[in-house]
């Protein structure tokens, strides 16, 4: 069954240290989100992602923060200068179907564990 | 805004209780709705989902009815079993078209022999 798979699963950097987490969404998805969770909390909306730009993105999603699908396979997520606070687990996950033609799932992968110290 | 709001957990049963946990939700028109699953260690499953009014997404004995009258998706389960002890989170389309979910805060049920 296709999935979606991340990497790193879990990495530890310095703060201030710039981050790039990757993801491989399904291949015949559309659609590309990331997604962040701090330990205990909700699971909350950074980015959306569709042809090859932004579609929306969150307040958390600040200048910080970027994306890019360099390839047409990978879909990154970059955190250029780490603060404490952005020790977190990052989904990313993906869709396939335009919104009035399906049901709008997504598919999410397992996950990059982020400490910063 | 958009926004869904759970039961505050933990939730703890013994095996075959019966589960309820709630979900409301409050945004613009009738949006798709979905419960997914977070096992210990993994990523977030979906576990079932309605996409319209008055509509019951079942999987695994899982079941949650889409009101649109009361704004609510709770999700049940006859009959728990230990393997069911994972994080639950309620989840709404957000206003917009790109497609994204809101989520709850997520609800830790605790199944004991």
């Known amino acids: 069954e296709p999935e979606v798979t991340q990497t790193p699963s879990h990495q530890v950097t310095q703060m201030g240290q710039e981050v790039i987490l990757r993801c491989v969404p399904i291949?015949?998805?559309?659609?590309f989100y990331w997604y962040r969770q701090i330990l205990g909390q909700k699971v909350e909306f950074l980015v959306s992602?569709?042809?090859?730009?932004?579609?929306?993105k969150s307040e958390i999603f600040d200048d910080q923060f970027s994306v890019e699908r360099p390839d047409g396979s990978n879909f990154t997520l970059k955190i250029r200068s780490t603060k404490l606070e952005d020790s977190a687990m990052y989904f990313c996950a993906s869709r396939t179907e335009a919104l009035s033609a399906g049901t709008g799932e997504l598919f999410f992968g397992e996950g990059s564990r982020l400490t910063v110290l | 805004g958009d926004s869904v709001t759970q039961m505050e957990g933990p939730v703890t049963l013994s095996e075959e209780a019966f589960l309820t946990i709630n979900c409301t939700y409050t945004?613009?028109?009738?949006?798709?709705l979905f419960w997914y699953v977070q096992y210990p260690g993994e990523g977030l499953q979906l576990l079932l989902k309605a996409t319209k009014a008055d509509d019951k997404g079942s999987n695994k004995g899982f079941e949650a009815t889409y009101r649109k009258e009361t704004t609510s998706f709770h999700l049940e389960k006859g009959s728990v079993q230990v393997s069911d002890s994972a994080v639950y989170f309620c989840?709404?389309?957000?206003?917009?078209?790109?497609?994204?979910?809101?989520f709850g805060q997520g609800t830790t049920l605790q199944v004991k022999p």
């Open positions: 992602f569709y042809n090859n730009e932004i579609s929306e």
């Open positions: 945004a613009t028109g009738y949006p798709s």
């Open positions: 291949s015949n998805h559309l659609y």
């Open positions: 989840a709404s389309h957000g206003s917009g078209n790109t497609g994204k979910l809101i």
